[in-house]
């Protein structure tokens, strides 16, 4: 019986890519750019981006749970930093949470996707972004970023064992402890830069680990249990106690959900855990891969 729903589980979840497929050669043919209201912001979506474009052209919106939760928590004035900007899907929603009084600092690597985030930032004229073209990182160089043919999957790590490469280029990184050595400390921290978090991570460990309040909201990718406990670790050394886990299944199979096979589906899910209970791997945390974490030192 398992198997049978299992198998009804991801017949569903094919159909639903195959629908999405199908609308998407739609608005090919009728033309390459969209414009779309997202959460209160104008964006210019390339429907030739099969990542987080085509996502938003179809639904409006991406990641909606993880998304509204972490909205939640920003507030006016805030000094927001950015690492892995992509088009402009989470800079815009923290440039209007925090005000003009705030500032949102993005790091975007890949040229065209810099390009297409500073023409949204453009777009709506928000005028408390600062945005730069360089990777994150450990420390400040160069490195080879490997690129995809998704927009939002291009890695400092070469993923080519698990997805479609399409070459490589040269970009330039900085690292967060250097880069806000003589500027005010950013109040949150978002990552989502397809496994490089790590790295990134000890970039900035002087720049969290002197600051009272801050919060962080990372996406938490397929990496050894090795990398992803020394991950936890440098939490910990910085202060970081509580951890908020969520997950947020992709728009596909958050769509199937009205369907009788509910509990087939994965489901958006937060849960609180203490940091020595994710290091010692009592949830699985630390095998698991594909989620969200949101913690905070301090009172924001």
Request: aromatic share 12%; with cysteine; net charge positive.
């Amino acid at each position: 019986m398992e198997l049978f729903f299992k198998g009804i589980k991801i017949s569903l979840i094919r159909l639903e890519l195959f629908k999405r497929k199908v609308i998407m050669a739609w608005y090919k043919r009728r033309g390459r750019f969209y414009y779309r209201n997202i959460h209160g912001s104008i964006m210019r979506l390339d429907a030739y981006d099969i990542g987080v474009s085509s996502d938003l052209i179809i639904d409006r919106t991406r990641e909606d749970f993880v998304a509204r939760e972490f909205r939640k928590l920003l507030k006016p004035g805030m000094t927001v930093l950015d690492i892995g900007g992509n088009v402009g899907y989470y800079v815009l929603q923290e440039s209007r949470a925090v005000g003009d009084k705030g500032k949102v600092i993005a790091f975007e690597p890949v040229k065209r996707n810099f390009k297409a985030l500073n023409r949204n930032i453009e777009l709506n004229n928000y005028q408390n972004v600062e945005t730069i073209n360089c990777a994150v990182g450990n420390r400040d160089g160069e490195a080879k970023f490997f690129l995809t043919k998704e927009s939002n999957l291009g890695s400092l790590r070469d993923v080519s064992a698990g997805r479609c490469n399409t070459g490589s280029v040269m970009v330039p990184v900085v690292s967060i402890d250097k880069f806000f050595k003589e500027k005010m400390r950013p109040d949150f921290v978002r990552m989502d830069i397809e496994g490089s978090e790590v790295e990134a991570f000890k970039g900035m460990t002087k720049t969290l680990s002197k600051t009272k309040t801050v919060g962080i909201f990372v996406e938490v990718h397929n990496l050894s249990f090795q990398v992803k406990k020394s991950f936890y670790e440098n939490l910990k050394e910085c202060g970081f106690e509580m951890i908020w886990v969520l997950t947020n299944p992709p728009n596909h199979i958050c769509k199937i959900r009205s369907s009788s096979w509910n509990y087939t589906i994965p489901k958006c899910e937060k849960q609180l855990f203490h940091i020595n209970e994710i290091l010692k791997n009592k949830n699985n945390l630390l095998t698991k891969e594909g989620y969200y974490i949101i913690s905070i030192k301090g009172k924001l």
